[in-house]
T-cell receptor
Framework: GGIITQTPKFLIGQEGQKLTLKCQQN?????MYWYRQDSGKGLRLIYY???????QKGDLSEGYDASREKKSSFSLTVTSAQKNEMAVFLC?????????????FGPGTRLLVL | GDSVTQTEGPVTVSESESLIINCTYS????????LFWYVRYPGEGLQLLLK?????QKGSSRGFEATYNKETTSFHLQKASVQESDSAVYYC??????????????FGIGTRVLVRP
């Protein structure tokens, strides 16, 4: 088995601030994902990385940057936090890209912008 | 675009009662939809409950079942007799089988289920 770790668990920021969320997986999976979940909405894909050194934009990439520093880690940066923004960010990984492999999710980072 | 609509929660049921969570999908850009149910138990991360990649087939796990119905574009989740430990948030999701789309999933909003003892 493996595990996905997300840090921090809770993130409180100020309007306009640049905020970074981190994700680590020890499954040795090739592909990693960042999703955003807002209250009353489904998960929406922000960025994904097919393999190390790859970055792909999802449906909700505007306002975010991502970095796949190594195979096991995938970071997401909110480039300028929006006032009163509140959401949960979920990181996921899957063995490969293109085979409908199961995605494994982390526990999430809750963001609140004051 | 592609979308998933599921029962709005919270859904409250008593232990040993039956449960059904409706899920319908619209796959306008997906030729071969795959369908998934994910679940998030309290204090845990989202995890796969079951998946079905072929229309007409049924998936099952932990006493839950869901049948992929292409005619009605539905993938309802059912359990005949729930337990308190089934209290969780359930998400229906739609995926594309073609390799070019990879593992992209479209999720529903989630249905919170509360099972009373």
């Amino acid at each position: 088995g493996g595990i996905i770790t997300q840090t921090p668990k809770f993130l409180i920021g100020q309007e306009g601030q640049k905020l970074t969320l981190k994700c680590q997986q020890n499954f040795n999976h090739d592909t990693m994902y960042w999703y955003r979940q807002d209250s009353g909405k489904g998960l929406r894909l922000i960025y994904y990385s097919i393999t190390e050194n790859d970055l792909q934009k999802g449906d909700l990439s505007e306002g975010y940057d991502a970095s796949r520093e190594k195979k096991s880690s995938f970071s997401l940066t909110v480039t300028s936090a929006q006032k009163n923004e509140m959401a949960v960010f979920l990181c996921a990984s899957s063995p490969r890209w293109g085979y409908q492999d199961t995605q494994y999710f982390g526990p999430g980072t809750r963001l609140l912008v004051l | 675009g592609d979308s998933v609509t599921q029962t709005e929660g919270p859904v409250t049921v008593s232990e040993s009662e039956s449960l059904i969570i409706n899920c319908t999908y619209s796959a306008t850009s997906i030729a071969y939809p795959n369908l998934f149910w994910y679940v998030r138990y309290p204090g845990e991360g989202l995890q796969l409950l079951l998946k079905v990649i072929t229309a007409g087939q049924k998936g099952s796990s932990r006493g839950f079942e869901a049948t992929y119905n292409k005619e009605t574009t539905s993938f309802h989740l059912q359990k005949a007799s729930v337990q308190e430990s089934d209290s969780a948030v359930y998400y229906c999701a739609l995926g594309d089988m073609t390799n070019s789309a990879g593992n992209k999933l479209t999720f529903g909003i989630g249905t919170r289920v509360l099972v009373r003892p």
